[in-house]
């Protein structure tokens, strides 16, 4: 069965760079109808959608990202190892969460193909801290 | 961009039934909202996707008859008949608001079986 696995320090400096990555155990990693997210979750609080990477074919590595992290976040892709990876500069303690990975995929269902989030990795807690 | 307000918490003894609740914010009445349940200690899982004629394709893996939808106006509800123990957890309303590029989500609601 797939699975996705989040790895990273639990633990970065305030005003230096968060870096985690995503492992994919499958073969649904270069498959063209896939994008790969990092979503967050601080405690109690409500998931946030960080941005998305696409690994497959000629625009293998393209992005999109949420406009309030934009500034910030770059992701990319390793298909060899069938990881995705996320980083985040300059960050805060706001920034503390825990962070997911997870698969997403585009659907019909009879009207225009929009995404949802099919399968997530459990999280890796983040704490931003001197 | 839609907003999706959810109840911070609902409780339901074992064996009832329970509604939680997704509100669209006002004008985003066509939306479709994808409901996720998290249980402590994991990941999130995809439940089913909703609009205001219901369910959208298929239930998410291994989520039983006991889980429906209803979408009506701006108000997108995950109903559970016959609650378990195996229910408990966070559930999560979200939405595609960029054609996949990209996605808002509510604050979650904390659901406790009694």
């Known amino acids: 069965q797939e699975q996705l696995q989040e790895s990273g320090p639990g633990l970065v400096k305030p005003s230096q760079t968060l870096s985690l990555t995503c492992t994919v155990s499958g073969d649904s990693f270069s498959n063209g109808r896939f994008y790969w997210s990092w979503i967050r979750q601080p405690a109690g609080k409500g998931l946030e959608w960080i941005g998305r990477?696409?690994?497959?074919?000629?625009?293998?590595?393209?992005?999109d990202y949420n406009p309030s992290l934009k500034s910030r976040v770059s992701m990319s892709t390793d298909r060899s190892k069938r990881q995705f990876s996320l980083r985040l500069t300059s960050v805060t303690a706001a920034d503390t969460a825990v962070y997911f990975c997870?698969?997403?995929?585009?659907?019909?269902?009879?009207?225009?193909?929009?995404?949802?989030?099919?399968?997530w990795g459990r999280g890796t807690q983040v704490t931003v801290s001197s | 961009q839609p907003v999706l307000t959810q109840p911070p918490s609902v409780s339901a003894s074992r064996g009832a039934s329970v509604t939680l609740a997704c509100t669209l914010s006002s004008g985003y009445n066509n939306y479709r909202v994808d409901w996720y349940r998290q249980r402590p200690g994991e990941g999130p899982r995809f439940v089913m996707r909703v609009g205001t004629g219901g369910i959208v394709g298929p239930k998410g893996d291994g989520i039983p008859d006991r889980f429906s939808v209803l979408g009506s106006g701006l108000n997108r509800s995950l109903t559970i008949e016959n609650i378990q123990e195996e229910d408990e957890g966070d559930y999560h309303c979200g939405a595609d608001v960029g054609s996949g590029t990209n996605f808002v989500f509510g604050g979650g609601t904390k659901l406790t079986v009694l």
């Open positions: 990477v696409y690994a497959s074919g000629r625009t293998s590595g393209s992005t």
């Open positions: 997870a698969r997403t995929g585009g659907y019909s269902f009879g009207g225009p193909v929009s995404y949802y989030f099919d399968l």
